[in-house]
Structure formats: C-alpha cells, structure tokens
C-alpha cells in the first residue's frame, strides 16, 4: 500500500464531511461557482500536495474528556485529537482557513459525529471488521512512511488500528448498502468530452480512459449516495456538543 493510498483510506470521512459543507457554504452565499467543493493541490507528480500544519498543546483537549455525544454514545478526546489533526490537514489541502480554530474545532465535531452515525449503522447492519483485515493494513505500509504518518498526525499505532478498523467498516458499509447504478457509455462520453474541453487535446483517448473515468463517477456516484445517508442518520439522531 503506497502511503498517499493511507492517506486517501484515513481521510474518507473527512473529505466526504468537507465536500458537503463547502457545498453547503456555497449554497448558503447564492454563488453557483462555489457550490463545488474545490479540488486540492496537487504536486507535479499528480499526488495531492501536502502542507505544512501543526496541532498546539492548546487545541487538544484531553483525552479521557467527552466532546460529543451520539444517540446517548459518547465520544471522547482520545478520537477527537487524531480527527482534529487529520481536519486541519484536508482544510489546509482544500484551501480553507485552517488558522480559524472554531472553524477546525466545527468541523472536526462535525466529522466525529458522522463517524459515530456510520458506525451505528454499519452495526445494526452486522459489518464486521476483523482484526487480521485491519493488520494487513498496517502491514502493508512501509516501516518508514508507517513511522512518518504516526508522527505527522501524532497518533499511537492503537489510534491508527481503530481508526483503519472504522474507515473499513465504511467501505464494507458502502460496497454492501449503497448500490450504484452503472455508469452509462454516454455518461462517460459526455464526461470525457467536458475534460477535453477544459484541458485540450493533451487528455488521451476515448478508450484509453474510459475504465478509470468509469471508476471515477462511480466513486462519485457512491460518494453522493453516503452523503445523502448521512443527512438521514443526522436528521434521525440525538446530538449533544459538550465542548
């Protein structure tokens, strides 16, 4: 597993929290131009450009205290801190005001609560993940970007073991309960066509992207639907925010 790969399995629920809310943002200002999450930076290699962040003593909160509740489920610091962590990185990527500390502090509660809902529903639905599913994970990833990653989010390797567990229990969650309907010849046509448009002649062959632009709108396809079950599981639940 290549370590932008982690990266892209750990931030799952964040990017999914932060398209909906930028998209909320932009409805909210009338500006059809924002409405649209913005895609984040990328390096010349094409991989998601990283920036650099860091979390002060101050903005943790302690571990044993609970900074949410979730249909009568507390969540405490120990979750918050790596959530806040990870927030802060994808606001800094997307381009947000990461410096804005109640904003982050929202938006991490926001992403917690989420977390909390879908692992409520991946339960009643008996999702499971086991424990040698989430060590091939770990053992997957190199020594030294495993060591890197565990130091930039400042997380233990049990934090990281629950965290892998939960984005997990989503993926199963969404192969198994969000069905997908098929993306259509001319739905990637006229995708393909909108790319040439925007990028000129350099994209390549029809054919020769017309498997990865399928993969493509279909995770978005299955994004839009977790997205829109989510707003369900929030309407239905019972939140408190204690911080």
Do not use: W
């Amino acid at each position: 597993m290549r370590f932008s790969h982690m990266k892209k399995l750990l931030l799952l629920i964040v990017a999914v929290g932060l398209a909906a809310v930028l998209v909320a943002c932009g409805d909210d200002e009338g500006n059809e131009e924002n409405a649209e999450a913005p895609e984040a930076p990328e390096s010349s290699d094409g991989e998601q450009a990283a920036q650099e962040f860091e979390v002060t003593e101050d903005e943790k909160v302690a571990e044993d205290e609970v900074v949410v509740t979730v249909n009568g489920k507390e969540v405490t610091g120990v979750k918050y801190n790596p959530v806040y962590a990870q927030t802060k990185m994808t606001m800094a990527n997307y381009g947000m005001d990461m410096n804005d500390r109640e904003l982050v502090k929202e938006q991490t509660i926001n992403e917690l609560v989420a977390q909390e809902l879908l692992k409520q529903e991946a339960e009643q639905k008996g999702i499971d993940v086991t424990e040698d599913e989430v060590q091939g994970e770990i053992d997957a990833i190199e020594e030294e970007e495993l060591e890197a990653y565990l130091e930039q989010m400042q997380l233990t390797e049990d934090q990281l073991k629950e965290q892998l567990t939960l984005n997990l229990t989503v993926n199963k969650y969404m192969e198994q309960e969000l069905t997908v309907e098929e993306v259509s010849d001319e739905e990637l046509k006229e995708t393909y066509d909108q790319l040439k448009e925007q990028n000129g002649e350099g994209i390549g062959e029809f054919e020769e992207l017309k498997d990865t632009l399928r993969q493509q709108l279909m995770q978005q396809k299955q994004t839009e639907l977790l997205q829109a079950k989510l707003e369900e599981l929030q309407e239905q639940a019972e939140v408190e925010t204690l911080i």
